[in-house]
């Protein structure tokens, strides 16, 4: 069954709680999201409801919470975690009014340094929260980078994330091959937080150069791709694009050995605030 013949659980125009649906975003098998205004005040939110069924409920559950109970500028905000009458559950969030990275790159190419250099600040301020409670995203890519029209984003969409406490079957493999970790490509749930590292540094190394660091590929064939290239770091190119000193860390985030990438976000941020770079407090 193709997306387009899924059928949604709900109709535009229904009521929920305090909000009304407006409009589809998206429908998939187990969940749907969708755009919609609070009653009161005709504030934008997003959705999301899980169907019944969905094995992913206690983890959609979990994560939901903690997005509400932690806030940080740079996590999307979870505003509500609740069931409809009918028991399905949902949460209500923040609607990103400029889309994704990925949208944002595809129109423009590419970030200028002081852009992407606040790109990396607030990315790596989000992951050090994550981090701090044994959370690892394993899903950094520009799609899961939602932009705001104040300039501001949020890193989103911890749907692959891995939580303490929740037991996953070992050797098994999944993420967004582009951007996955050497580890993460052979072992998805073995992965620590240095494996976010590595993937935030393509994300970087993309909004920089306005190139993908591997080509979109067929699952399998980025697979092996992240698992069999064992090449240096592309330092050079990255020297192009940004300060030398940036470069080089950006090169050590994208090292294939875990133990030779920084150990931290925490640690890159005390190194960024150790270099002379341009900074912004917005991406545009």
């Known amino acids: 069954m193709t997306q387009a013949e899924l059928t949604p659980c709900f109709f535009t125009g229904e009521q929920i709680a305090d909000f009304q649906l407006i409009r589809l975003l998206r429908v998939h098998k187990l969940a749907e999201s969708w755009y919609a205004l609070r ?23 979990c994560i939901a919470q903690f997005l509400r109970d932690n806030h940080s500028p740079f996590l999307i905000h979870v505003s509500e975690c ?49 981090h701090e409670h044994n959370i690892i995203h394993r899903d950094i890519k520009p799609d899961n980078i939602l932009l705001f029209s104040d300039g501001s984003f949020r890193l989103s969409d911890l749907g692959l994330a891995k939580l303490p406490g929740i037991q996953e ?46 080509p979109k590929n067929s699952f399998m064939n980025a697979v092996r791709l992240a698992r069999s290239d064992r ?14 000193k940036l470069a080089g860390l950006l090169a050590g985030m994208m090292e294939y050995t875990p133990a030779l990438r920084p150990g931290s976000a925490q640690e890159i941020l005390a190194e960024l605030d150790l270099m002379q770079l341009p900074d912004q407090s917005s991406l545009f």
Do not use: W
Not at 42 to 61: H, M, S, T
Not at 231 to 242: G, K, M, N, V
């Open 39 to 61: 009653r009161e005040n005709a504030v934008p939110i997003a959705v999301k409801f899980l169907r019944k069924g969905n094995p992913e409920i206690p983890k959609f559950c």
């Open 169 to 214: 079957e070992p050797g098994k493999v999944f993420g967004t091959a582009s951007y996955i970790s050497p580890e993460q490509a052979m072992d998805s749930t073995r992965v620590d937080n240095r494996s976010d590292l590595y993937s935030l540094a393509l994300v970087l190394f993309e909004a920089l150069t306005g190139t993908r660091f591997r």
């Open 231 to 244: 090449s240096d770091p592309p330092l050079e190119i990255l020297q192009d694009a940004a300060t030398g």
């Open 82 to 130: 609740a069931e409809t009458i009918g028991q399905i559950p949902y949460a209500t969030m923040e609607y990103a009014d400029c889309g994704t990275l990925r949208n944002f790159l595809a129109k423009h190419g590419k970030l200028p340094l002081a852009s992407a250099v606040y790109l990396l600040r607030g990315c790596l301020t989000a992951l050090a929260v994550l």
